[in-house]
């Protein structure tokens, strides 16, 4: 067997380069670990909102009551250039054919409120089915397109709703921002509680055949649009794979939900490994260099010997490890389980 020796300098490079690996890669397991414990003690919980950079924002109308300002509200949104997501019941559909397939001709959203607007809190998995079908097939029928999103009427949900609709294909959505127009407030007060509350990825509750929402609204418009916000559909404006879901409801795509770390919680880990890191001689800006290339899922910025342990960090990371890291040495940020959040609409 030919012996193999190492200089000095080699042998203090690869010590560098192990450290280096060693603290990136507790770096990233620290959000695995994070993640998967947090998704163990919570509740599931359907897209109150959504993380984006682009300001893209979007209008939802729940759809169960009467029709006086279908086409005042098709007439505002064309005005203001904003395509918004009309979360319609079946019942509806029966009673105003002809309403859905004017917002679905005015370029808008069409989706699924429910066929009868049960309260569907521990409702029988088998009478949801047979709803949300019925409810989707009446759509399908005027519109020529299945709905890809349900809306609980009251906004009641639980694991039980959020596990057979996801079965179903269909992903459930709530809001972060909502009107509160179904009190009937003046047109102001509605103007005020919207604004105060939008952010980019926001999804803003409404409904309609209600007069001061009708005369809110463009004024809420054109203050949105004013800000640099886009208005665009749901189904435009989420993510249909490759996410997580927050504690919050915020819905994050994997690249950033699983890598996305404080700067915080980056220094505590990295303080765990100091003493490995001033041995091997490692620099900031090579440590600070590892970090972002682990955050930011570009092997490339790293040397070429950290790429496949970095690699192997990521596919652990996205849920492909056989092994997931042992987390009894890293600490657990605790995390409040999700809640209900009732819309108490009144049908009927």
């Not at 652990?316 to 999700?338: A, K, L, V």
Request: aromatic residues 6%; proline residues 4%; contains cysteine.
């Amino acid at each position: 067997m030919r012996a193999i020796t190492f200089t000095k300098k080699q042998i203090k490079r690869a010590a560098a380069v192990a450290a280096l690996a060693v603290a990136t890669a507790a770096v990233a397991v620290t959000a695995t670990v994070t993640s998967v414990k947090t998704r163990a003690v919570e509740r599931r919980l359907p897209i109150y909102c959504v993380e984006r950079g682009d300001k893209k924002i979007a209008l939802t109308f729940d759809v169960a009551w009467e029709n006086s300002n279908t086409q005042q509200l098709i007439d505002i949104l064309a005005e203001n250039n904003a395509r918004a997501t009309f979360f319609v019941t079946g019942d509806w559909c029966d009673r105003y054919p002809d309403d859905v397939k004017m917002f679905y001709d005015a370029g808008h959203e069409i989706e699924n409120h429910s066929d009868k607007h049960p309260h569907v809190e521990g409702i029988n998995v088998n009478d949801l089915i047979n709803d949300t079908k019925e409810c989707s097939r009446k759509i399908k029928m005027i519109t020529g397109e299945e709905p890809k999103l349900y809306r609980a009427p009251y906004g009641e949900y639980d694991d039980s709703l959020i596990t057979t609709l996801d079965g179903m294909g269909m992903k459930v959505i709530q809001w972060d921002v909502d009107s509160v127009d179904w009190k009937k407030p003046s047109a102001d007060k509605i103007k005020k509680k919207v604004l105060k509350g939008v952010k980019s990825g926001s999804i803003l509750l409404f409904h309609n055949d209600l007069e001061n929402t009708t005369e809110a609204l463009p004024d809420i418009l054109k203050s949105l649009r004013s800000q640099g916000y886009e208005f665009v559909g749901v189904e435009d404006m989420i993510y249909f794979d490759n996410y997580t879901i927050d504690a919050t409801g915020k819905q994050i795509p994997t690249s950033q939900s699983s890598i996305n770390l404080s700067e915080e919680k980056i220094e505590a880990v990295i303080a765990q490994y100091s003493d490995k890191i001033s041995a091997a001689g490692i620099t900031d800006e090579q440590l600070a260099a590892a970090i972002a290339a682990i955050k930011s899922g570009n092997l490339s910025a790293l040397p070429a010997e950290l790429r496949p342990l970095a690699a192997e960090v990521m596919a652990s990371i996205n849920g492909n490890s056989q092994n997931p890291p042992d987390s009894s040495d890293i600490t657990e940020n605790s995390s409040t389980s999700g809640t209900t959040s009732t819309d108490p609409e009144m049908l009927k």
